[in-house]
């Protein structure tokens, strides 16, 4: 169980990166020109198809295969003590892997297919374009409603478990009921859970590098 719980500890930090990463690129660096005609906006993504291509599958799909390896980790951990807090949270773990791998296939080959289409009908490609956004966002882009359930049960399992830190937990608890909040539809709350969950992975990947629990 101790490789399994670095390889989670490990995981985390990874996952903290990729969060802080995302932030970092769309905040800085990617310039989409949202006031332009289509025409406009397709040249751009055509131009840029390949870092976004990149940058997609790092947040979505890496990031997917990685809390795999974490909520595996986290229900070992959590499983002696509070075993059906573990297994309910583990589910919503798993769900939330797939919903996550599958917003940035969606959202690539989404992209391919749209820049493929606006050659010869720019138009109908940004509705297309459109709708994918919206998938994707609804998987997991924007909704993090599963990712939240999956903290706060954890949190509430490694509470009354005495698993992880107290005071861990308590964020953790903060970051799975902002999670929740995103069903509202206001972007303050997915950055929030955004922000709150790199610090929750990067104190969670420490932890579990450092615990001597077996």
Not at 70 to 91: D, F, G
């Amino acid at each position: 169980m101790n490789n399994l719980q670095k390889a989670g500890g490990v995981t985390a930090l990874f996952q903290a990166a990729i969060y802080l990463s995302a932030f970092v690129f769309f905040g800085a660096f990617w310039n989409f020109p949202a006031d332009a005609d289509a025409v406009q906006k397709f040249a751009f993504l055509a131009e840029n198809q390949g870092i976004l291509s990149i940058v997609t599958f790092t947040i979505y799909v890496l990031f997917g295969i990685l809390l795999a390896v974490l909520v595996l980790a986290l229900h070992e951990r959590l499983k002696v003590n509070t075993p059906i807090l573990s297994q309910m949270a583990a589910i919503f773990g798993v769900v939330w892997v797939g919903l996550v791998i599958a917003s940035g296939m969606v959202s690539n080959i989404g992209l391919a297919v749209a820049l493929e289409l606006s050659v010869q009908q720019p138009e109908q490609a940004m509705a297309l374009w459109r709708t994918i956004n919206a998938v994707v966002e609804g998987l997991g882009g924007g909704n993090e409603i599963v990712g939240g359930l999956w903290v706060l049960l954890l949190s509430i399992a490694a509470l009354k478990g005495k698993a992880l830190p107290t005071t861990l937990n308590y964020l953790g608890l903060f970051v799975g009921v902002v999670g929740i909040l995103t069903i509202y539809p206001a972007d303050i709350f997915t950055e929030i859970f955004g922000i709150s969950q790199i610090v929750w992975f990067s104190w969670l990947g420490v932890v579990l590098l450092t615990s001597r629990k077996s």
